[in-house]
């Protein structure tokens, strides 16, 4: 299982990135898909998580209204639409995957920061 994140960055608040994650080694149109993310000093947390036709979603509050997973399974990617970022948002966002085991990508940067 390989999972590579990419699209973080330095954003102003109230901008918008979008993330992805190129997922491999396992038929990715099987499974849920997550997002989570982990400021420095904190612990882990879930961000969203989308099912494995797309179907369903659903997000921590502190996204609900701000953010939006979605999935390309012919591209077996996840994204996550983030729009108007607070500084609060701040972390190393992880795409993740439970397959029998908790299995993470390295995760990708964003910042928020005037």
């Known amino acids: 299982v390989q999972l590579v994140e990419s699209g973080g960055g330095l954003v102003q608040p109230g901008g918008s990135l979008r993330l992805s994650c190129a997922a491999s080694?396992?038929?990715?149109?099987?499974?849920?898909m997550s997002w989570y993310r982990q400021a420095s000093g904190k612990e882990r947390e879930m961000v969203a998580y989308i099912t494995s036709g797309g179907s369903r979603t659903t997000y921590a509050d502190s996204g609900k209204g701000r953010v939006t997973i979605s999935r390309d399974n012919a591209k077996n990617t996840v994204y996550l639409q983030m729009n108007s970022l607070k500084l609060e948002d701040t972390a190393v966002y992880y795409c993740n995957v439970l397959r029998g085991y908790n299995y993470w990508g390295q995760g990708s940067q964003v910042t928020v920061s005037s």
């Open positions: 080694g396992f038929t990715f149109s099987s499974y849920g």
